[in-house]
């Protein structure tokens, strides 16, 4: 089992800008993907950006242009570079881990909340 501990939400401006991080543990090699997904009140969970661990990423149309997926394999973490932050992009924020190769398990970081207002 992989264990996802994510940190750097917080308050911000619109306009401004906010870094998460997340630190996987465990057994953590095989191909896989690690990513974001975000949940605003009363709304579903959606994938804001992935990155594979050949380091392949995408993002959601949303956040194209302001959002910016890193990973470092070395450390096993994966951050997100939010800029030009907007109220819409207010939620929690989870840090996603799946393995790409048998038994393609899954993981969830226990959610950073991240708000955009002024």
């Known amino acids: 089992q992989v264990r996802l501990v994510e940190s750097g939400g917080g308050l911000v401006q619109p306009g401004g800008s906010l870094r998460l991080s997340c630190a996987a543990s465990g057994s953590t090699f095989a191909i896989n993907v690690m990513g974001w997904f975000r949940q605003a009140p009363g709304e579903e969970r959606e994938l804001v950006a992935q990155?594979?661990?050949?380091?392949?990423?995408n993002y959601a149309d949303s956040v194209k242009g302001r959002f910016t997926i890193s990973r470092d394999q070395t450390k096993n973490t994966v951050d997100l570079q939010m800029n030009s932050l907007k109220p819409e992009d207010t939620a929690v924020y989870f840090c996603w881990f799946r393995r790409m190769t048998p038994p393609h398990d899954e993981s969830w970081g226990q959610g950073t909340q991240v708000t955009v207002s002024t």
């Open positions: 990155m594979t661990s050949s380091g392949y990423g």
